[in-house]
């Protein structure tokens, strides 16, 4: 009996590409369900009651939700190389350190930046570049977090070998920087060199202008609730 392997998605959400990422590295194969989360289906709402949200995995009838728990579960389920996940207690340990600190640190200042003006955005922008580097010191002498290969730290930072760039383009602010940051430049070009990384990026042109549109109604937003 097949498999059945379904992933709920969106088409400009990073989380999701994690998912279609370690699906790929390790030639899963799985049905893909795009979803309008200003109309989340009735499926979605079943499979994720708690979070409501993309992206979630349903493999034969059961649900994952949460990137990093569903990267988890497909390393233990699917054994077949490339491992994600270190086997290696400690090593293992390091990764999940580091996908935890992009999510509960890096991610936040990097949101913050793209909504907010003025001395907000000034103090996200600082917090930012103090995240990076802690993250440059992590990949000196690395090409990737795990050493030679993809693991399970890159593809939680693989929001930023596209993201970074399309956030600098919407705020006009500089958000890498190779000279500042070379380990982190590399490491940029070497994941994003991959063509199962980038062959699955989503349409540059659209990204900017759904983040344009996102920047200016939260700032709208902002100014409308200062001047009441």
Request: net charge negative; with cysteine; hydrophobic share 45%.
């Amino acid at each position: 009996m097949a498999e059945e392997v379904k992933l709920f998605r969106t088409w400009s959400s990073p989380f999701p590409l994690r998912i279609i990422w370690a699906m790929k590295l390790k030639g899963i194969e799985y049905e893909t369900i795009f979803e309008d989360l200003s109309n989340k289906s009735h499926l979605l709402l079943h499979y994720n009651p708690v979070y409501k949200k993309v992206p979630v995995l349903v493999h034969n009838g059961k649900p994952i939700s949460e990137s990093l728990v569903i990267l988890e579960y497909i390393d233990e389920t699917w054994k077949q190389p490339p491992l994600l996940l270190p086997e290696d207690p400690y090593e293992r340990a390091m990764a999940r350190f580091w996908a935890k600190f992009c999510d509960e640190k890096v991610l936040p200042p990097v949101a913050d930046v793209l909504v907010t003006q003025g001395k907000e955005q000034e103090a996200a922008l600082a917090q930012h570049m103090e995240n990076m580097k802690r993250v440059e010191e992590e990949l000196k002498g690395k090409k990737f977090f795990g050493g030679e290969a993809i693991g399970f730290a890159d593809i939680a930072y693989g929001w930023m070998a596209n993201l970074l760039s399309v956030m600098e383009e919407v705020t006009g602010l500089k958000l890498t920087d190779a000279e500042a940051f070379p380990a982190i430049s590399t490491w940029l070009q070497s994941f994003s060199d991959v063509p199962l990384i980038k062959e699955n990026w989503p349409p540059r042109e659209k990204l900017v202008s759904k983040y344009q549109a996102f920047r200016e109604k939260r700032l709208a937003l902002a100014a409308e609730a200062t001047s009441k």
